[in-house]
T-cell receptor, first 118, second 114 residues
Framework: GAGVSQSPRYKVTKRGQDVALRCDPISGHVSLYWYRQALGQGPEFLTYFNYEAQQDKSGLPNDRFSAERPEGSISTLTIQRTEQRDSAMYRC????????????????FGEGSWLTVV | AQKVTQAQTEISVVEKEDVTLDCVYETRDTTYYLFWYKQPPSGELVFLIR??????QNEISGRYSWNFQKSTSSFNFTITASQVVDSAVYFC???????????FGTGTRLKVLA
């Protein structure tokens, strides 16, 4: 697609429910990132994929958070047993190519998914 | 550790004024990359500029200009003749060698008043 597409744009869920957030990166982009942005803060790294391989998940806050990208394109971020502190904007970003982690390619963000846990 | 500091939380200017947004970074890498992104009220994050650490030439794009100074670890962003449409939150970001992570500052909210 023309840009990074995320769905749903807005999600309200009850505490304890599981949620799945979807990201469709720019066509041909092999690198995919998930970030979380709390109100009034900057984006914080969650996890990184190179094709289908999850190469860094050090930013996932706990084991309720997981992400996958099984075919190297669309990615899903899943939060199990949601808590109110999980409320935030979840952003997906992609970049064209990486030649190793040293490259500083520009990452392009989607519009984000607003998650509210009540 | 890598860090980006945007000390200005919020700036208000009157339309047509010039305004500079500060960004100070910390990294031990000798090669790194710096970015600015704009977050308008609609919420998306829009890429503005990317700069390599080995290229200290300043850049101008229309009313936007960027001043990269390695000696002070700063990558400041100036908007000349600001307009109401420039109202947004602006984020500075850093990526070093040896990590996949892009580190963002906390952002500066710019309000341009008509």
């Amino acid at each position: 697609g023309a840009g990074v597409s995320q769905s749903p744009r807005y999600k309200v869920t009850k505490r304890g429910q599981d949620v799945a957030l979807r990201c469709d990166p720019i066509s041909g982009h092999v690198s995919l990132y998930w970030y979380r942005q709390a109100l009034g803060q900057g984006p914080e790294f969650l996890t990184y994929f190179n094709y289908e391989a999850q190469q860094d998940k050090s930013g996932l806050p706990n084991d309720r958070f997981s992400a996958e990208r099984p075919e190297g394109s669309i990615s899903t971020l899943t939060i199990q047993r949601t808590e109110q502190r999980d409320s935030a904007m979840y952003r997906c970003a992609s970049s064209l190519v990486t030649r190793g982690q040293g490259r500083g390619n520009t990452i392009y963000f989607g519009e984000g998914s607003w998650l509210t846990v009540v | 550790a890598q860090k980006v500091t945007q000390a200005q939380t919020e700036i208000s200017v009157v339309e047509k004024e010039d305004v500079t947004l500060d960004c100070v970074y910390e990294t031990r890498d000798t090669t790194y990359y710096l970015f600015w992104y704009k977050q308008p009220p609609s919420g998306e994050l829009v890429f503005l500029i990317r700069r390599n650490s080995f290229d200290e030439q300043n850049e101008i794009s229309g009313r936007y200009s960027w001043n990269f100074q390695k000696s002070t670890s700063s990558f400041n962003f100036t908007i000349t003749a600001s307009q109401v449409v420039d109202s947004a939150v602006y984020f500075c970001a850093l990526k070093g060698v040896g990590t996949y992570k892009y580190i963002f500052g906390t952002g500066t909210r710019l309000k341009v008043l008509a």
